[in-house]
């Protein structure tokens, strides 16, 4: 069993900034991937960011340069830091975590039940 928790969230004016953290507990064996995704209302969910077991980072192009992602391997944690955050940044932000559960396992996918970011213009 694998849980995802986010939190961080809230309301923030636009040029503000806010952190959100994510953090896995459970059976875990090996991380693939940890990012980033987003939904916004009306709109279809978004990646974000992810960063790999080797912490190789990748952001999508809308929050390349505002947003910066990292990790705490010991705690199996990821934090995301966002700065310059616009109005359109507004969404419900989930954490995805891609692992192996065991030597034998294959990826699966884990999601946290998400957290509200919402910036005021």
């Known amino acids: 069993q694998v849980q995802v928790v986010e939190s961080g969230g809230g309301l923030v004016q636009a040029g503000g900034s806010l952190r959100l953290s994510c953090a896995a507990s459970g059976t875990i064996f090996t991380f693939n991937n940890i990012g980033w995704y987003r939904h916004a209302t009306g709109k279809q969910r978004e990646w974000v960011d992810g960063?790999?077991?080797?912490?190789?980072?990748n952001y999508a192009d809308s929050v390349k340069g505002r947003f910066t992602i990292s990790r705490d391997s010991a705690k199996n944690t990821v934090s995301l830091q966002m700065n310059s955050l616009k109005p359109e940044d507004t969404a419900v932000y989930y954490c995805n975590a891609r692992l192996r559960t065991s030597v034998s396992s294959g990826l699966g996918d884990y999601w946290g039940q998400g957290t509200q970011v919402t910036v005021s213009s």
């Open positions: 960063i790999t077991s080797g912490g190789t980072t």
